[in-house]
């Protein structure tokens, strides 16, 4: 990602843009996604259970607390145009070099991840060629409450694989990372995630944050929603009874279901019992595929079915960095790849449309009005293309 030119101003709208406008605007109002980003800044506030709280009252009219949230009033256009190149930019997909379907090599690495491994593979490499010296990743905590951590080896990396579906404040630990010595850390962001990082990194507020510079490099995940940690739980004590559970995913939409991974196999429960536990701040998302990352990673459609596309992701790459990465992944023979079948990229597009339709759906029945979208610019080239 280019880095973004001084004084660019994100705000336009708000009176207050420091910590009460975040809690009017953001926490009160329950668009908070629990990225992490307002946390580790300053002493004020940190991150209990699910949320971000704040431990005292800061008065400050400018913070960078507001400047960062991906769900204060953001510019896309000016992020799109100063990080990315604008002439690989599509409406559908955010910036994009290419979209491939690879899955690790090493069978261990497959064994122990979420679907293919490309993740965790792309991680490791960057980690041994010194590209990064550290990842900010999600551990699972005991109740399912996961936590962002510092991997410093691929050793790390692979006890720390597969997806939490609870949002885990990875851009929180990004920040304490930056301030302890390290200098080139890679994060594992979810779409909010990496909209964060890319407001940070266009550093909007005096003094210029150093900090944003050690960011090396963005690996997204897709993300069509969270889920509230405390209704996770109360719905997996329920149902599990004595199971052990190793995992969950989400298979493709005709499923409608979501798997428990236990150790005796797999347990299905209808999305009807699931959505209501859906973190309500994800309803106003726009972004499947995670758009301001290097390279984006979610899982596979084959014509085999389910239980093959499990083991691939589909891989978009956005930026010259992400490119060498999957370049050198192949080169090495770290990644195998496959063909692209006959229509996934259409799908994708679809899917991604649909999401930004329906977000803008309801920040429109939120706030009232079509011309109020909320923390998104109505004017915005792409969301006026979409809203017709
Ligand atoms: C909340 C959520 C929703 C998702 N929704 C979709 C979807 O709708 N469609 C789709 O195609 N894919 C979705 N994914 C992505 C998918 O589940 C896999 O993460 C992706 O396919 C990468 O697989 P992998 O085998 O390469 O990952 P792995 O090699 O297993 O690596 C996964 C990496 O992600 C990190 N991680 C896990 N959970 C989180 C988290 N909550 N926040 C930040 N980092 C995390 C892990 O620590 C690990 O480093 C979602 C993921 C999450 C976390
Ligand atoms: S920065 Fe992230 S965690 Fe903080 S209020 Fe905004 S969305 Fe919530
Ligand atoms: S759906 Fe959007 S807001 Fe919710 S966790 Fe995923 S990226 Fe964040």
Redesign the pocket.
């Known amino acids: 990602m280019k880095s973004g030119p001084e004084g660019i101003r994100m705000e336009i709208k708000s009176q207050h843009k420091g910590q009460k406008g975040l809690r009017e605007k953001v926490l009160d109002a329950g668009l908070c996604t629990n990225c992490g980003a307002c946390t580790n800044l300053c002493p004020y506030h940190t991150s209990y259970q699910d949320n971000p709280i704040l431990i005292d009252t800061c008065d400050r009219e400018e913070g960078r607390c507001y400047a960062f949230c991906p769900r204060t009033y953001t510019d896309l256009q000016a992020l799109r145009q100063n990080l990315f190149n604008i002439d690989e930019f599509t409406p559908e997909l955010g910036p994009f070099k290419g979209l491939y379907m690879t899955r690790?090599a090493d069978p261990q690495?497959r064994r122990?991840?979420?679907?293919?491994?490309?993740?965790?593979?792309l991680?490791a490499l960057a980690l041994q060629d010194g590209l990064i010296d550290a990842?900010v990743?999600?551990?699972e905590g005991g109740t399912f409450l996961?936590a962002?951590v510092v991997?410093k080896t691929p050793s790390d990396?692979v006890r720390?694989?597969?997806?939490?579906?609870?949002?885990?404040p990875?851009v929180a630990t990004f920040n304490q990372a930056a301030k302890s010595g390290l200098e080139k850390i890679g994060v594992?962001?979810?779409p909010c995630?990496a909209l964060a990082l890319a407001k940070m990194r266009l550093k909007p507020l005096p003094p210029k944050d150093s900090n944003i510079d050690k960011l090396h490099l963005v690996?997204g995940?897709?993300?069509?929603?969270?889920?509230s940690w405390r209704e996770l739980k109360s719905l997996l004590q329920g149902k599990m009874g004595k199971n052990s559970i190793v995992g969950l995913?989400?298979p493709p939409s005709k499923h409608h279901s979501m798997e428990v991974h236990t150790q005796n196999g797999i347990i299905e429960i209808s999305l009807d019992e699931v959505l209501p536990s859906v973190r309500k701040a994800c309803q106003y998302c726009y972004d499947?595929t995670a758009e301001f990352s290097d390279v984006s990673?979610?899982?596979a459609r084959l014509p085999e079915g389910w239980e093959v596309a499990r083991g691939w992701?589909?891989v978009i790459v956005r930026t010259q960095m992400g490119q060498e990465l999957i370049d050198l992944a192949r080169s090495r023979g770290l990644l195998e790849f496959r063909d692209l079948p006959e229509g996934n990229w259409e799908k994708l597009q679809k899917a991604s449309v649909n999401k930004k339709r329906a977000a803008i759906q309801n920040l429109v029945q939120r706030s009232g009005s079509s011309k109020d979208l909320l923390y998104l610019d109505g004017q915005d080239p792409v969301l006026r293309t979409l809203m017709g």
């Open positions: 690790a690495v122990s991840a979420q679907h293919g491994g490309t993740v965790t593979t991680l990842a990743v999600a551990e996961p962002g991997a990396l720390r694989a597969r997806s939490k579906f609870v949002v885990s990875n594992v962001a979810t995630q690996i995940l897709f993300c069509g929603w969270a889920l995913d989400i499947l990673v979610g899982s992701n589909q």
